[in-house]
């Protein structure tokens, strides 16, 4: 039996014979290695085999000539429920007196409401999927109908439900002001752990839990306490944003004497379960400079992992300095795709560009350091060594990637050609947990399109509400120039 649209039975082994390029990991090397002319099998959403001459039967086998297999990347970075709405308007948005960020003043105002979420998160699940996403920590506020969604995409998903103790606002475009709730944080952490157990228990078993205290700006120091001692005793990871601006720098020294990540350190929740969104403004920045050096090495000293997501911040101006730097520092470096579009791939070559840009070197940010980061590294910032690789007795998240697609020739180095050129077009299939859930450009279970029929109807009431939410009342033209005028 051939071919790749029989339906997998039960305890079915399906098999990748003699693809041309494999990805695969190596015991020995502690690192991805090219096999060529390899086999993988895998069966009950497992990997059976990965190598040279597989001799076991097998149901399904598909013909691997002209393909390369790899890992399933993972994301350990991403809102999927509110960053689709933001297309077309915060391409260019970043407040002049908030240090160019556009957290305080633009984002609350074209906010996804509760009923644009479903199709928010199915247009971000769906690009992830084409892009050879396969795991993803989803950082979202509590929605309904989350863990159904999550459940249906096909994706291997961690819940990060978010919780804070207060919400922040500007009344003017140059302060940012909080509103402080402890009581109202603390409940909400609660319910946060409830839903992650719930995800936890879902029958399709691809679903896990995250502990994020939403920034740490806005989280009392009892509740970051409380929630990394919840993280320890569930024994999961923990996540909050941190220095990912000047405005929160500033806030942060003004209030305890510390940066960011001195605080936290001090709190002593900066360990090797932490993920830390997104580590740019440390101690020895340009723009933040402080009376020590000492941020990256106590990153490096508590292994704690960075969440880098170089596009969001690329677009006001603001960069990592740098990718390469942190990585020779010690630092463990995984990559997200914090906004839109969710495409990994593309992530993954604006971190090498800005990387190399700032590292002023094109060896600052090599190919092999970015696919680590968005596989191994990645891994490893989620308490996992079963995905992102492709080892016998690992998950059955894999990738095809056809190398005979015109994007994809020549590939003399194809992976680096993949990041570098051929981008999601070369993306033949994607399974996860050994289930087929992309084909041939076609997500198998979302209707992408139709989701992105419904975010364009979703974001019309968004645009239309917008002036009402802003501080100044403008208009959304004034707030957000077009590109041209229309006549």
Not at 174 to 191: I, S, T
Not at 339 to 347: D, K, Q, V
Not at 413 to 427: E, G, V
Request: net charge negative; aromatic share 6%; charged share 25%.
């Amino acid at each position: 039996m051939t071919g790749q649209d029989v339906k997998q039975q039960p305890g079915a082994t399906t098999l990748i014979r003699r693809a041309d390029r494999v990805v695969a990991w190596s015991d020995a090397e502690k690192a991805h290695v090219y096999l060529t002319d390899a086999d993988v099998a895998f069966a009950e959403g497992k990997l059976k085999f990965v190598g040279r001459g597989y001799e076991g039967a097998a149901e399904t086998v598909i013909d691997g000539r002209g393909l390369m297999v790899m890992p399933g990347l993972v994301d350990i970075h991403s809102h999927p429920s509110t960053e689709p709405m933001y297309r077309g308007l915060n391409e260019e948005l970043g407040s002049p007196g908030l240090y160019n960020s556009s957290l305080y003043e633009f984002m609350p105002i074209f906010l996804a409401d509760p009923a644009a979420k479903p199709a928010c998160t199915r247009v971000a699940f769906s690009e992830m999927l084409l892009s050879g996403v396969t795991t993803v920590a989803d950082l979202s506020m509590p929605h309904e109908g989350w863990i159904d969604l999550a459940a249906e995409s096909g994706l291997r998903v961690c819940l990060a439900p978010m919780f804070r103790s207060a919400s922040w606002h500007t009344t003017n475009g140059n302060v940012v002001e909080y509103d402080w709730d402890e009581p109202a944080g603390e409940k909400a952490m609660a319910e946060a752990l409830s839903l992650i157990d719930k995800a936890m228990a879902h029958p399709s078993g691809r679903l896990s839990g995250m502990v994020i205290p939403a920034q740490i700006d806005t989280c009392s120091e009892g509740l970051m306490r409380e929630s990394f001692a919840e993280a320890k005793r569930r024994d999961l990871p923990w996540q909050t944003h941190a220095a990912q601006s000047i405005v929160e720098v500033h806030e942060i020294t003004r209030r305890h004497g510390l940066t960011p990540i001195g605080w936290l350190d001090r709190l002593g929740v900066l360990s090797e379960r932490s993920i830390i969104g997104h580590a740019i403004f440390l101690d020895d920045h340009p723009s933040t400079r402080w009376s020590t050096e000492s941020d990256l090495d106590r990153l490096a000293e508590t292994g704690t992992k960075v969440a880098h997501c170089p596009t969001v911040f690329a677009r006001r101006g603001i960069a990592m300095r740098d990718f390469g730097r942190y990585l020779k520092r010690g630092v463990s470096v995984g990559i997200g795709t914090d906004t839109y579009p969710h495409n990994m791939l593309s992530e993954l070559r604006l971190a090498a560009y800005v990387g190399r840009l700032q590292g002023g070197s094109p060896r600052a940010a090599r190919a092999t350091d970015i696919f680590n980061a968005a596989t191994v590294a990645g891994a490893r910032a989620m308490g996992r060594d079963d995905i992102g690789r492709l080892a016998a007795g690992c998950r059955a998240d894999l990738v095809l990637v056809d190398l005979k697609h015109p994007t994809m020739r020549p590939a003399h180095d194809p992976i680096r050609t993949l990041i570098f050129a051929a981008d999601d077009r070369a993306i033949r299939a994607v399974y996860v947990d050994g289930r087929k859930v992309v084909e041939n450009g076609k997500v198998l279970t979302i209707d992408y399109a139709g989701a992105c029929a419904a975010l364009e109807e979703a974001q019309k009431r968004i645009v239309a509400n917008a002036p009402g939410l802003d501080w100044a009342k403008r208009a959304v033209d004034e707030m957000v120039p077009p590109t041209f005028a229309t006549r």
